[in-house]
């Protein structure tokens, strides 16, 4: 006898060796695509948060978009309702937070470009916030994400601040892909974690360490 969800999907009983192959199988191919589901970088980056907090690795958030709020009205005494606000532009990075004792600060940002990553993306604000804690011996990066290569890269901030200076010394106005190859950590999308960054922010503080 056949059974169906209400979804119309075919239920396999479990005691069935190739129900089991079959859902080996499946489950092996949803490893494989988990981390491509039409997700946007900041999905992905915040999945991987709650799992890097969920298994004591990091403590890392996104920081709240700060908002004006401009009119709020009170129906009773005991609530207030926000009927006006606007969102106020952010004047560090997207994410911080805590790994292994090294204070992490991080911006992140997605393309649709191929070949270049245009310097615009980001602002002054965020330049001088990174090297602020840059200075202050935090662990700062940028994740660019390509969308339509499904590439990932993690780029020191210091690479960062040179092809940002150099573009306000008449220098390209755009990062070229193999130039953030050249200088950049790859990852790839994943299961568990989504997008296992940290693996990277380790790689950093092991080339730190090698400098001093």
Known sequence: MKFNYPDGRQFNSPSSPASSKLSADTSAKKKLIFGDRGMTLEEEINESNKYYRSHDVAVIYKKPTPIQIVKVDYPKRSRAVIKEAYFVQASTT??????????????????????????????QHQIDHLKACQKQGGICFVIIKYVALKRYFIM?????????????????????????????IEISPNYNPTLPYINAVQQLIESGREKK
């Open 156 to 184: 020191p901030a210091d690479n960062l601040f040179e092809y940002w200076d150099g573009q306000r010394h008449d220098g390209a106005k755009s990062i070229q892909l193999q130039q953030i190859i050249d200088c950049s």
């Open 94 to 123: 997207d994410y911080n937070g805590v790994y292994q004792g090294y204070y992490v600060d991080f911006e992140a940002k997605e393309t649709k470009h191929k070949n270049t990553f245009p310097l615009k993306n980001f602002h």
